[in-house]
């Protein structure tokens, strides 16, 4: 029983490697049809949150502590498909926008703060130019990019970081 269980393991983790093509299918037939295709994607997040807790120990003095946090993101992407007997073109087009903002107090004086801002854009494209004797030209173009900027101030210390990335 053993044996026949390892066997069977053995065989579906094998399958999923073997591939066959039927030999009564001619692949010389096949033709992708003319396609255009447009498509535009809008992404939306929105995320809030706030906590305060108090506590009174036996002392008699009230600690709290708040915390706020905003965040948002942004995205818009557009992809564009054309396929015609010579020609093959995937252009994809990103931007995405994230601001953050986190506020932390407490009944000490503490106080941070920080707001945060990203970027992120994309640009890729990928072409092919199909000739008569089944050779092709293809030119990509794949573009990533993103601009990060934070500012953390912290009243307890008296310092501000400000960052900023490319």
Do not use: H, W
Request: charged share 30%.
């Amino acid at each position: 029983m053993r044996k026949a269980m390892f066997l069977s393991a053995c065989m579906l983790l094998y399958s999923g490697m073997v591939f066959s093509q039927l030999t009564s299918f001619d692949l010389s037939k096949y033709k992708l049809p003319d396609v255009k295709r447009k498509q535009l994607d809008l992404n939306f997040d929105l995320s809030e949150s706030y906590n305060n807790n108090k506590a009174k120990p036996e002392d008699g003095e009230t600690n709290s502590d708040t915390d706020f946090n905003f965040y948002n993101s942004t995205r818009i992407g557009y992809r564009s498909f054309v396929n015609t007997d010579r020609f093959q073109s995937d252009q994809y087009y990103f931007l995405g926008l994230s601001p953050e903002f986190l506020k932390q107090k407490n009944s000490g004086g503490d106080l941070d703060k920080k707001t945060e801002i990203s970027t992120s854009f994309e640009i890729r494209s990928e072409n092919r130019i199909y000739f008569r004797n089944q050779y092709f030209f293809e030119a990509d173009i794949n573009f990533y990019g993103g601009i990060n900027n934070d500012k953390t101030t912290d009243k307890l210390s008296s310092y501000t970081v400000r960052d900023r990335q490319e």
